[in-house]
C-alpha cells in the first residue's frame, strides 16, 4: 500500500534528503538513486538492496507495484516534494532508496584501481567504462570520491549495479595481487605508450585528477604506462585516460 506524502518537512522526505549527503549515507548503510534508468538497473540487477520507493508520476506505477510486492515501503510524493527530495534539478518522478552493498574485493579478471580520484563524476564514468569494457570490478583507495553520491550515481548510468565496486587500502590489495602474479599498470606521464598486457591478469591505476598516482602506489607497478599526446594538451581528464587504457590493454 502506498504512502502518500504531501509536505517537505514530512520526517521521510527528511530522511531521503539524508541520503543525498556523505553523512547521511555513512549513517544509514543507504544510498538514494535517482531516475528510471538507475531504478530499473537496481532492481533488475540487486533488487535485495532496494528499501523503498517514492514517485510523483504515474508511469511508475509498475516499479512501485514491483517494490509493493517485495514488501518494500513504497511513497506517492507531489512534484513539489520529489524536487525536495532529489539532487537533480529535473527529476523524473521516481527515485529508490537502497542499502549499500558489501561486496569481497575482486581478485581476478581485468580489475580498474582509483587512487584519491576525487571528482565524483569521474568515479561514475570509470565505473561506466569499465563495466562496458567488461571488468570485473572497481576498486577505490580510502580518499576517492564516494561511489554512492548523487553525481557518481548518474555518470554510472546504473553500472554501479553490474559489477563489484569496493573500497580498500590501496597498497596493500595491490599487494595481494603481486602474489597472485598480477601486473599492476600505473598510468603515468613518464610511462611506456608501446605496451602489451595480459588482460586478465592485470590492474590497471588511475590516479589523482591532479596529482597522479601517490609514490607509495606508484612503488608498486610492474608497468608504467601512458598515452600519447599528439597535440600541446599535457594530460587528460582521468575518466577519458581510464577510458581509452582500458581498451587498449583489453585489445
Known amino acids: 500500500m502506498e504512502t502518500i506524502i504531501t509536505s517537505t518537512q514530512n520526517p521521510t522526505v527528511k530522511y531521503f534528503k539524508s541520503l543525498n549527503t556523505k553523512k547521511g549515507r555513512a549513517e544509514h548503510g543507504v544510498f538514494l538513486t535517482e531516475g528510471e534508468k538507475c531504478v530499473n538497473e537496481l532492481i533488475k540487477h540487486m533488487p535485495q538492496m ?6 510523483s508520476d504515474d508511469k511508475y506505477a ?30 523524473q518522478g521516481i527515485a529508490a532508496a537502497a542499502k549499500i552493498p558489501s561486496f569481497d ?63 580498500a587500502n590501496l597498497k596493500s590489495y595491490l599487494s595481494r595481487l603481486l602474489a597472485l602474479g598480477y601486473n599492476i599498470a600505473c598510468a603515468d606521464l613518464d610511462g611506456d605508450t608501446e605496451y602489451r598486457l595480459d588482460k586478465y ?10 596529482r597522479g598516482i601517490s609514490p607509495e602506489i606508484l612503488s608498486a607497478a610492474t608497468h608504467r604506462i601512458r598515452i600519447p599526446m599528439y597535440g600541446k594538451a599535457e594530460s587528460l581528464n582521468a575518466a577519458v585516460a581510464a577510458g581509452i587504457l582500458i581498451y587498449k590493454i583489453l585489445n
Not at 532496494?50 to 514517485?55: A, E, K, P, T
Not at 572497481?138 to 559489477?163: E, N, Q, T
Not at 591478469?201 to 591532479?210: A, D, F, Q, R
Open 62 to 91: 509498475n516499479i512501485a507495484a514491483f517494490a509493493e510486492n517485495m514488501g518494500k515501503s513504497v511513497y506517492r510524493a507531489s512534484p513539489r516534494v520529489m524536487n525536495a527530495v532529489c539532487d537533480g534539478k529535473t527529476p
Open 105 to 167: 574485493t575482486v581478485q581476478n579478471g581485468f580489475i580498474a584501481a582509483l587512487d584519491g580520484v576525487r571528482d565524483p563524476r569521474n568515479i561514475g564514468t570509470i565505473i561506466r567504462t569499465a563495466d562496458a569494457g567488461g571488468c570485473s570490478g572497481v576498486v577505490l583507495s580510502p580518499c576517492c570520491a564516494d561511489c554512492y553520491s548523487p553525481k557518481a550515481l548518474r555518470a554510472s548510468m546504473g553500472s554501479i549495479f553490474h559489477l563489484p565496486v569496493t573500497r
Open 50 to 55: 532496494l528499501q523503498s520507493v517514492i514517485i
Open 201 to 210: 591478469k592485470t590492474c590497471l591505476v588511475i590516479g589523482n585528477e591532479s
